[in-house]
């Protein structure tokens, strides 16, 4: 298996750079075909929702549909799937900056009881307590 950067991941969703975006679309098409499948890592992640977010000006429901999208592809696997399809859930149901709520998933995933900040905004979910 190989993983896939977020410029790959980008040049996918947005075909920015058409000549790397032919690449990406021939490669995905392979893939289909073969059943070879590619890892998404949950910094992956980080990075698309800041690159989509700060780059290319997605507002935040774009954002979420494009991860939505990405979940949908049967090759891509992802480091932790029910992360990502919690952060979709999570980025729906409040205002967290999306970064900060894949923050504290992660350490949810790892098992933490909460994740520690200074922000009082996110220790009104329950990922997160305010120090």
Not at 91 to 113: F, M
Request: net charge negative.
């Amino acid at each position: 298996m190989k993983a896939l950067d977020t410029n790959v991941i980008v040049r996918f969703l947005l075909s920015d750079d058409q000549a790397q975006g032919r690449r990406v679309k021939a490669l995905l098409e392979r893939a289909e075909g073969t059943a070879e499948r590619f890892l998404v890592s949950t910094p992956t992640i980080l990075e698309t929702i800041w690159v989509l977010s700060a780059v290319y000006e997605f507002t935040r429901s774009e954002v979420l549909q494009a991860l939505e999208l990405l979940l949908q592809m049967p090759i891509l696997e992802f480091e932790n799937y029910e992360l990502v399809q919690e952060l979709i859930h999570l980025g729906r149901a409040t205002r967290a900056d999306l970064p900060d709520l894949l923050i504290g998933l992660s350490g949810k995933a790892c098992g933490c009881e909460v994740t520690l900040t200074f922000e009082k905004g996110l220790a009104q979910t329950a990922l997160f307590e305010r120090l």
